[in-house]
């Protein structure tokens, strides 16, 4: 594999699921034995970062943390006039780190206020331009393929067959991007799934995304029966970047839950107690068990891009 930025980087997505769930609990400290990854950091991240960073020493990698930000501005614009705050241009600084490193991550959020850039994948087409070594996105504008690995790795791991699946919009405070559930319906496509989307009106994704799911606007249909509930807030596509108001009420608890098959609920975290979800729900999910598998994701993506 040459990079991981999106499922349609991997030649074979079963096989990685498989790969995932095969290496689990496993080390192999030789494998990537005098090879370094460096992880790049525009916005902060506790699970992605640690997750990898272990998954990293699990294959005997060394690992380099940098975080853009204050103090260390890069510029991302091309032929910018560098006049400004940022004293060094995305370009030059990616061609020498990928000249240290074997594995060049990189995390950056959409700006969801500039949709063409962020669909686009600006930032991250000009990292994959300028790096001579493979990319893995740690979230990029649109998408966040590690997580959305971890999540089929978790559902296929729970050896229910045919499962519906059902993702739930819900509230939060802030804006927030559509990377997760972008991509858990893009990867959720190669499993053999009855996968269903909800959400208020105003919350509609980019068609590409939903193609092979149900869409409704009522949650409790989405739920009925459910073995899965994803769970995940986004900030509208339509009106970019914003924050509806209204819609407190498709916060997920127990009643709604009891409408599911016993369903199992999911949340990538950080999540807002009693905002996205009930503490009830939380504490009664597998949303740690999701959260661990982040490890074993990340280490069979290391290992195909080693290869590579
Ligand atoms: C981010 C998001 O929604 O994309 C990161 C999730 C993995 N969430 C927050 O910033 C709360
Ligand atoms: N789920 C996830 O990617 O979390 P972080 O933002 O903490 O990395």
């Not at 916005?43 to 990293?56: D, E, G, I, V, W």
């Not at 669909?119 to 959305?148: F, G, W």
């Not at 739920?223 to 509806?244: I, M, P």
């Not at 608890?253 to 098959?261: A, F, L």
């Amino acid at each position: 594999m040459k990079q991981f930025t999106s499922v349609a980087d991997v030649p074979n997505v079963s096989n990685l699921i498989e790969d995932v769930l095969r290496i689990k609990g496993t080390q192999d400290r030789e494998f990537g034995k005098h090879k370094n990854l460096t992880m790049l950091f525009f916005n902060p991240s506790l699970r992605t970062r640690m997750s990898t960073q272990k998954a990293a020493q699990n294959l005997g990698m060394d690992v380099s943390v940098l975080d853009s930000g204050q103090g260390w501005k890069l510029e991302t614009e091309p032929g910018a006039i560098m006049n400004g705050d940022a004293q060094e241009h995305i370009c030059d600084a990616i061609k020498v780190m990928s000249s240290y490193t074997d594995v060049l991550a990189v995390r950056s959020f959409p700006t969801l206020t500039d949709k063409e850039a962020d669909y686009n994948e600006t930032l991250l087409k000009a990292v994959i331009a300028s790096s001579q070594v493979p990319v893995l996105s740690l979230e990029s504008a649109t998408r966040h393929p590690l997580q959305s690995l971890t999540d089929m790795a978790t559902i296929v791991e729970s050896g229910i067959r045919k499962p519906k699946i059902a993702v739930t919009w819900a509230p939060h405070p802030k804006c927030l991007p559509q990377a997760v559930v972008n991509s858990f319906l893009e990867w959720s496509a190669f499993l053999d799934a009855d996968v269903w989307l909800t959400h208020p009106p105003g919350y509609e994704l980019d068609a590409p995304f939903t193609q092979h799911a149900t869409v409704t606007h009522n949650q409790l249909e989405a739920l009925e029966d459910a073995d899965f509930v994803y769970c995940k807030n986004w900030s509208s596509v339509t009106h970019y970047g914003q924050r509806l108001e209204g819609y407190d009420d498709w916060m997920v608890d127990t009643m709604k839950m009891s409408r599911t098959k016993q369903g199992k609920f999911m949340h990538c975290l950080p999540v807002r107690r009693n905002v996205v979800a009930t503490d009830a729900v939380i504490d009664s999910s597998i949303v740690y068990e999701q959260a661990a598998n982040r490890v074993w994701a990340a280490q069979a993506v290391l290992q195909q891009l080693l290869k590579a």
